[in-house]
């Protein structure tokens, strides 16, 4: 079993910033890659930043120089630091986590709850 439990989100005025973690426990082995998703109303969950367990990173165009995403290998954490926030940014955020069980090296692939982001003024 894998748990991710998020935090960081709120409602912030345009231009403003959030940074978002999500921490992984459990019979964890291995975590490869971790990324980030979103999901506005009425719309469907789309991948915002993904970093792999050697540090690469992609982004979605629509946030590039503005978020950026980081992991902490000893903590089982994933972050995604936003700047620049825009209206378009309000979304629900989940963080996904893909990597290897203890028992038997089973892989597996979980979601955290989500976390509320607001941008408006």
């Known amino acids: 079993q894998v748990q991710l439990v998020e935090s960081g989100g709120g409602s912030v005025q345009p231009g403003g910033s959030l940074r978002l973690s999500c921490a992984a426990s459990g019979s964890i082995l291995v975590m490869n890659n971790m990324a980030w998703y979103r999901q506005a109303p009425g719309k469907q969950r789309e991948l915002v930043a993904t970093?792999?367990?050697?540090?690469?990173?992609n982004y979605a165009d629509s946030v590039k120089g503005r978020f950026t995403i980081a992991r902490d290998h000893a903590k089982k954490t994933v972050y995604l630091q936003m700047n620049s926030l825009k209206p378009e940014d309000t979304a629900v955020y989940y963080c996904?986590?893909?990597?290897?069980?203890?028992?038997?090296?089973?892989?597996?692939?979980?979601w955290g709850q989500g976390t509320q982001v607001t941008v408006s003024s």
């Open positions: 970093i792999t367990s050697g540090g690469s990173t």
């Open positions: 996904n986590v893909e990597g290897s069980l203890v028992l038997w090296g089973n892989s597996f692939r979980s």
